[in-house]
């Protein structure tokens, strides 16, 4: 994810345990946490919008 919060696609696998397994590796060497959206509760765009928000609030606090 870059600063603006667009996505950059770095890998691209049909093969959803490896990619979680390569996922794992590079947050790891990058000291980040993974989110799997797949198992993420389905939000609407409107409670998305609302998170990003208040994402971006706390970054500027």
Request: glycine fraction near 2%.
């Amino acid at each position: 994810m870059l600063k603006d919060e667009s996505r950059f696609n770095l890998l691209d696998h049909a093969d959803y345990p490896q990619l979680a397994a390569d996922a794992v590796l590079i947050l790891r060497l990058l000291g980040c946490r993974v989110w799997e959206a797949v198992k993420a509760p389905q939000l609407s765009v409107h409670e998305v919008q609302a998170v990003l928000e208040a994402q971006q609030r706390l970054r500027q606090s």
